[in-house]
């Protein structure tokens, strides 16, 4: 598991990147390995993500929970939510690349967007540490929220365009692989696994 001075080197060159500074590219391993390394972002986001479900779980019991959504099966079940919402979109970005024949870029953009979602599961994580600590600035946390998944598309759409080149539309189209499938597999997900207190 990579260390945190490794993680930090990671975000360094993520912040280049995001900045426009394609020389933030030299702060990854775009290898084969470095794929692999990327993954373990997951780990890193671990804490991140079980406070989410903390939250989600105190969601359920306010809003009267049944049986088989308590205990362990609902996190169980939050988990494989999280790593279907992780996965899936790269594994349809690995078709659209091999259809577009951008085969070389598959690997960048596993690594990149793989350490992007670690700042983005913590600052989801304090968002949500704030909507149980503050409940009375529910609307302002709504509005952060939103703020969240407004810089999660511009970042994404940032490092494609750092990826790909200058090309509008095919970035635009690869950011759209990259978020949407995300939103819809886990609105359905929530809903089929029963753990969805709405």
């Known amino acids: 598991m990579p260390g945190f001075k490794e ?11 995001l900045k ?20 373990w972002s997951i780990g890193w986001s671990m804490p991140a993500m079980i406070i989410s479900w903390l939250f989600w779980y105190r969601t359920l019991l306010i809003s009267g929970i049944s049986e088989e959504q308590s205990g362990g099966v609902f996190f169980l079940r939050m988990a494989m939510i ?3 919402t992780w996965i899936t979109p790269l594994i349809l970005m690995g078709v659209v690349c091999h259809i577009l024949s951008l085969g ?7 690594v990149t967007t793989n350490w992007l979602a670690l700042p983005v599961a ?30 999660l598309a511009v970042s994404t759409f940032r490092l494609m365009a750092a990826i790909v080149g200058s090309q509008p539309l095919l970035v635009t189209a690869l950011t759209m692989v990259m978020l949407i499938p995300t939103t819809l597999l886990s609105e359905f997900l929530q809903g089929y696994l029963n753990v969805n207190p709405l």
Not at 104 to 109: K, M, V, Y
Not at 122 to 149: C, D, E, R, T
């Open 7 to 17: 993680v930090e080197i990671y975000l360094a060159g993520l912040w280049m990147l």
């Open 122 to 151: 913590y600052a989801n994580a304090l968002l949500i540490a704030l909507a149980v600590v503050f409940p009375m600035l529910g609307q302002v946390i709504v509005l952060l929220w939103l703020l969240l998944l407004m810089g």
């Open 20 to 39: 426009g500074d394609t020389r933030g590219f030299l702060y990854f391993d775009i290898s084969e390995r470095g794929v692999n390394r990327s993954f």
């Open 104 to 110: 070389g870029r598959f690997q960048a953009i596993v």
């Open 82 to 84: 999280d790593m279907a």
